[in-house]
């Protein structure tokens, strides 16, 4: 059915998927399965566009945008069930994220700074500027050097980590 309008021509299909959404969902089901290499191809593909082509990935992005503000409550069930097909990666990503050996150093370092065994950061200077300390670095994080910390403040901590801000 060729419609000159396109706008009347996306509402067609919008039509047409409406009522024959189970059918589609079904087929588009069926094919991902027998295909699975397929689908990883075309995701790569996808992914690594994102990746080397920033008017693309500007594209998806506000497309992106736009579906969660044109449908909140649908985007909302997605990644919703999204979140319940991956979870148990994504916990145990999470896991491992957690058990870094730099989380572990500081943890151990707030924990001595709570019981009193380490002053607090802010009331000692910089060891690299001078200036008030904020916070405490590691230049090491085996269990052994937990608590052997410096002082230091945000830009010079920054620094230390090669960060750009
Ligand atoms: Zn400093
Ligand atoms: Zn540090």
């Given at each position: 059915m060729p419609h000159k309008d396109p706008a009347a021509a996306k509402e067609y299909f919008r039509q047409y998927h409406i009522k024959n959404r189970e059918r589609i969902l079904a087929a588009s089901k069926a094919y991902r399965e027998a295909n699975p290499e397929k689908v990883a191809a075309g995701k790569k593909k996808c992914y690594d566009r994102i990746k080397n082509d920033p008017e693309f990935k500007r594209k998806m992005s506000e497309r992106q945008k736009r579906l969660w503000r044109e449908n909140p409550e649908h985007m909302k069930a997605i990644a919703r069930r999204s979140y319940q097909k991956n979870r148990k990666k994504i916990l145990a990503k999470n896991k491992i994220r957690s058990n870094t050996p730099e989380r572990k150093a500081r943890e151990a370092l707030n924990r001595a700074v709570k019981n009193g065994n380490i002053p607090r950061?802010?009331?000692?200077?910089?060891?690299?500027?001078?200036?008030?300390?904020?916070q405490y670095h590691h230049p090491n994080y085996d269990k052994s050097e937990w608590l052997n910390v410096v002082p230091v403040c945000g830009f010079c901590h920054n620094d230390l980590h090669g960060n750009q801000n």
């Amino acid at each position: 059915m060729p419609h000159k309008d396109p706008a009347a021509a996306k509402e067609y299909f919008r039509q047409y998927h409406i009522k024959n959404r189970e059918r589609i969902l079904a087929a588009s089901k069926a094919y991902r399965e027998a295909n699975p290499e397929k689908v990883a191809a075309g995701k790569k593909k996808c992914y690594d566009r994102i990746k080397n082509d920033p008017e693309f990935k500007r594209k998806m992005s506000e497309r992106q945008k736009r579906l969660w503000r044109e449908n909140p409550e649908h985007m909302k069930a997605i990644a919703r069930r999204s979140y319940q097909k991956n979870r148990k990666k994504i916990l145990a990503k999470n896991k491992i994220r957690s058990n870094t050996p730099e989380r572990k150093a500081r943890e151990a370092l707030n924990r001595a700074v709570k019981n009193g065994n380490i002053p607090r950061a802010k009331t000692l200077e910089c060891s690299i500027c001078g200036k008030g300390a904020t916070q405490y670095h590691h230049p090491n994080y085996d269990k052994s050097e937990w608590l052997n910390v410096v002082p230091v403040c945000g830009f010079c901590h920054n620094d230390l980590h090669g960060n750009q801000n």
